[in-house]
């Protein structure tokens, strides 16, 4: 394998990006980009090559287990691809690796996000059911495009739901900077109690007001709880 630095300056990782677009790029190419560096005695592009063969192998793996399920064959692993795993590559040390894997993390995050549509507080609660678990109330924003895909999901305060809390410039801020189409709020009532209180009510009033002004849909405001939900579009109050 041609070393990197033996490459016509148009070849290298960096420069094809610059000349040709990300996608021009081969997967070692990528990862050669994200290590920046080789180690000594092994150039940026065979450790490169290496990790990749791992990973290639990796989800090869996770197909054919994928595929097996789907025929009923009841297949089960942990193989994951971990920080010692790819320290196992002679020369990757934990801060490479850690790069690699925190990369493949935050895509897969965005990748799953991308996809996931909310259209209805059912929807609302499964994606935020970790929070029926938390000891203190969670604020949370969920924002959507136009197609009722997530954008992001956002915790905006932890503590007891008032109005002085809950301004609606911490609430619209980020829905503003994503350009959203529509908000739904959300918190969770670690006592386990369904009802709106009379706080959950003014604040549900005020942000639906300032929504009207800022051209962003206030979709819903749903009160998660381990036994359930509560949701403000469903029950007419919105």
């Known amino acids: 394998m041609t070393a990197l630095r033996d490459l016509h300056k148009d070849d290298k990782?960096?420069?094809?990006?610059?000349?040709?677009?990300?996608e021009a790029l081969k997967n070692e190419e990528l990862l050669a980009i994200l290590l920046g560096s080789g180690v000594k005695g092994k150039d940026v592009r065979k450790l490169a090559r290496e990790i990749v063969t791992?990973?290639?192998?990796?989800?090869d793996k996770l197909s054919d287990r994928s595929l097996s399920l789907s025929k009923g064959n009841g297949v089960q692993s942990t193989d994951q691809l971990t920080l010692e795993k790819l320290c196992e590559i002679h020369g990757l040390g934990q801060a490479k690796a850690s790069q690699i894997l925190a990369s493949m993390e935050l895509s897969k995050r965005y990748l799953i996000r991308s996809n996931k549509r909310i259209t209805s507080a059912e929807d609302v609660y499964d994606e935020l059911k970790s929070f029926t678990n938390k000891s203190q109330e969670h604020f949370l924003t969920i924002t959507l495009d136009g197609a009722s895909h997530i954008i992001n999901t956002r915790?905006?305060?932890?503590?007891?739901?008032?109005?002085?809390?809950?301004?609606?410039?911490e609430v619209f801020a980020d829905?503003?900077?994503?350009?959203?189409?529509?908000?739904?709020?959300?918190?969770?009532?670690?006592?386990?109690?369904?009802?709106?209180?009379?706080?959950?009510?003014?604040v549900t009033r005020r942000l639906k007001e300032v929504s009207k002004l800022v051209g962003i849909e206030?979709?819903?405001?749903?009160i998660l709880a381990r036994d359930g939900y509560y949701s403000f579009a469903d029950e007419g109050l919105l």
């Open 13 to 22: 990782p960096r420069e094809k990006l610059l000349n040709k677009g990300v």
């Open 54 to 59: 791992l990973m290639d192998s990796h989800f």
């Open 155 to 169: 915790t905006v305060f932890i503590g007891t739901l008032n109005q002085s809390l809950v301004h609606p410039r």
């Open 175 to 202: 829905a503003i900077a994503d350009r959203a189409a529509g908000i739904i709020i959300a918190h969770n009532h670690p006592s386990g109690t369904l009802d709106a209180s009379r706080a959950d009510m003014e």
């Open 218 to 222: 206030l979709l819903d405001h749903v």
